[in-house]
């Protein structure tokens, strides 16, 4: 294969990647040799990050907050926590190891604070522990033109319970990739997640499970909200291997089109090599419900209330699962919030 | 109070076709009065209760619809609603996620708001919501549950009466309210409606049944066949048609 002409972009994420170590070598090595990823990347087939990140060139910094003070990059976390991913406009990488230690139990609040033209590439790698419990509650609240790209690795040891709660309003390109291991005996992982995606705007949540052991329980349940020319994404996928029988997975992605104008991707995978596993997925998309707008304006609310309360009642269900009252309205509250512009 | 005048509309179908429904309907509510109109299936009155408030695909195309003085034609749903226009769906529709509670607290203070008057206050609404529940035999368990889902026909229709109740129109329409209702629960919802007609509020009772006009006394009955009002008269004319069947009628309209 000849050698590629390097976008700007490109060329200032090889020289920001100088001279570095273990992943960030590897990842320097690929835009080397490949770029940024293009639609012509199976993974990356609906978002198109190269394209993306075009007029983005200069280099920026991108850090990750640990209850407001910048973090080590390893940390042991054993209770309650606000993680913020930070970073200013150009072209950045940040990285956070966490471990949550055996029988703890932790609500992490995850929130994005990126200036405009930020394009922060970040890495997490999270472990839990034997009976380790862990809430992720993550706001992906992100101006228009900045292009997160956040992956997290997620290793469920037996016993554990992984439960992760996302709320996206989408960017020029956001995307949001969640990879578990899943040890099953007794682990439990519950996916959830929520985008919102106004005019112009663009959402990617892609995620893998793969059941290594017995008995693991998995739910999956995406919902969005899609207007006139934006863009949802979902790609998941369930890998279940030979040794993880009786595994019991299930993956849900529902959406609205807001308008005809929308574009929603959708592509759930199951691959399993066990024979005695209870597996399912369901991906719908629909329209509002022309009928119950009527009946709610004949009652005398907005169009645009209707409309809001229609998508908000269709959104909700994810977020239930945000076992903190104050967090789970606080989530909800800023979804509100976000609906009442909606068109 | 409501002035309708050779009335025309069309829909368009599910093939892209469109379909003329009403032709010439012409109809006067006055304040106070109960109207019923009686017609068989497929003779327009579902759609001139949507054409009346303002639905999306019914396209008025010739007449007139004047409500309290002012045309209806380029307001929309929710100002006509506003204005005091109130439709008992023939089939109320289903809501998921949004408890009836929330959904008539946000109605009434929209309206309120459209009209240029105070919202009411939580716990004024509380109390308001659970003395009309009462009287109409509903229960707080029920408004607690989403708008409709769940409900048997009879207890949409119910739910549909404490709605009129709650956000107290000007004028109903009531779109075979009677439909689905065992005779118990006929007389309650009658009565229920009947504690709304006054002086100053007019009604349009769209039945098939003649039964449902023995316990809600129309002061005119008109007969509705092929899209236009055939023949107007007094309640006794709602006999006539349950011993006599409609074809007579139909006739004079083809
Ligand atoms: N949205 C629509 N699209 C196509 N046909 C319609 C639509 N609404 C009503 N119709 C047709 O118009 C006629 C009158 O319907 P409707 O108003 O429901 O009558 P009624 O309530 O008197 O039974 C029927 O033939 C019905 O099928
Ligand atoms: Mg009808």
């Known amino acids: ?343 | 109070m409501l002035k309708i005048n050779n009335l025309h509309n069309k829909v368009e179908t599910q093939d892209g076709e469109e379909k003329v429904i009403l032709k010439g309907l012409s109809l006067e509510v006055p304040a106070g009065e109960v109207h019923a109109i009686m017609g068989p299936n497929g003779s327009g009155k579902s759609t001139l209760s949507y054409v009346l408030t303002g639905r999306d695909g019914y396209e008025v195309t010739d007449g007139e619809m004047e409500f309290l003085g002012e045309e209806l034609g380029e307001l929309e749903p929710e100002e006509r609603a506003a204005k005091g226009l109130y439709l008992s769906f023939q089939y109320p529709v289903e809501i998921p996620g949004v408890p009836t509670i929330t959904f008539l607290k946000e109605a009434l203070n929209a309206q309120r708001t459209a009209r240029g008057e105070e919202a009411m206050s939580a716990p004024d609404f509380m109390k308001f919501i659970r003395e009309q529940a009462k009287a109409l035999g509903v229960s707080m368990d029920m408004l607690k549950r989403p708008v409709n889902v769940g409900f048997s026909g009879g207890e949409k229709k119910r739910m549909e009466i404490l709605q009129a109740l709650i956000l107290q129109p000007k004028f109903l329409i009531l779109d075979e309210t009677d439909s689905g209702l065992d005779i118990d629960a006929l007389k309650t919802v009658a009565e229920g409606v009947n504690t709304l007609r006054s002086d100053d509020r007019g009604m349009l009772v769209i039945t098939h049944y003649q039964r449902l006009l023995d316990y809600i006394k129309p002061d005119v009955v008109h007969v509705m066949a092929n899209g236009r009002i055939v023949k107007s008269g007094g309640p006794e004319l709602a006999h006539e048609l349950e011993a006599e069947g409609y074809d007579k009628f139909i006739g004079e309209a083809a």
Not at chain 1, 217 to 240: I, M, N, P, S
């Open chain 1, 1 to 343: 294969m000849g050698a590629i002409t390097h976008t700007p972009a490109e060329k200032t994420l090889i020289d920001l990647l100088d001279g570095a170590e273990d992943w960030r070598a590897a990842a320097r090595d690929a835009v080397v040799r490949f770029g940024l990823p293009t639609k012509r990347a199976e993974a990356w087939k609906w978002s198109d990050l190269r394209r993306a990140s075009h007029g983005i060139e200069t280099a920026g910094q991108a850090e990750f907050r640990l209850n407001g003070a910048t973090a080590a990059d390893r940390l042991t976390i054993d209770a309650d926590a606000e993680l913020e991913l930070a970073a200013e406009a150009g072209i950045s990488v940040a990285s956070i190891e966490i471990d949550i230690p055996a029988g703890t139990r932790v609500v992490l609040k995850e929130r994005y604070s990126l200036a405009e033209g930020a394009f922060p590439t970040a890495r997490l790698e999270i472990t839990l522990g034997e009976g380790a419990e862990l809430e992720r509650v993550v706001l992906c609240d992100t101006p228009e033109n900045s292009i997160p790209v956040v992956r997290s690795r997620v290793v469920v040891a037996k016993q554990a319970h992984y439960r992760q709660a996302t709320l996206t309003f989408g960017s020029k390109l956001t995307r949001n990739e969640t990879h578990i291991t899943h040890a099953g005996e007794g682990a439990e992982v519950e996916l959830g997640g929520v985008y919102l995606l106004e005019e112009g705007r663009h959402a990617d949540f892609t995620s893998t499970v793969t059941h290594t052991g017995p008995g693991g329980v998995t739910h999956q349940l995406l919902k969005g909200a899609v207007a006139a020319h934006a863009q949802g994404v979902f790609q998941g996928k369930f890998k279940v291997e030979q040794a993880a029988q009786q595994t019991d997975a299930k993956m849900t992605h529902r959406a609205l089109m807001l308008d005809d104008r929308a574009e929603i991707d959708a592509k759930p995978e199951l691959e399993i090599y066990a024979d005695d596993v209870q597996c399912a997925h369901g991906n719908a998309l629909g329209a509002i419900d022309e009928t119950a707008l009527f009946y709610m304006r004949q009652r005398g609310l907005s169009e645009v209330k209707a409309r809001a309360m229609l998508i908000e009642s269709f959104l909700a269900e994810p977020l239930d699962m945000i076992s903190d009252d104050v967090l789970r309205e606080e989530l909800a509250a800023i979804l509100r919030q976000r609906l009442g512009a909606i068109r």
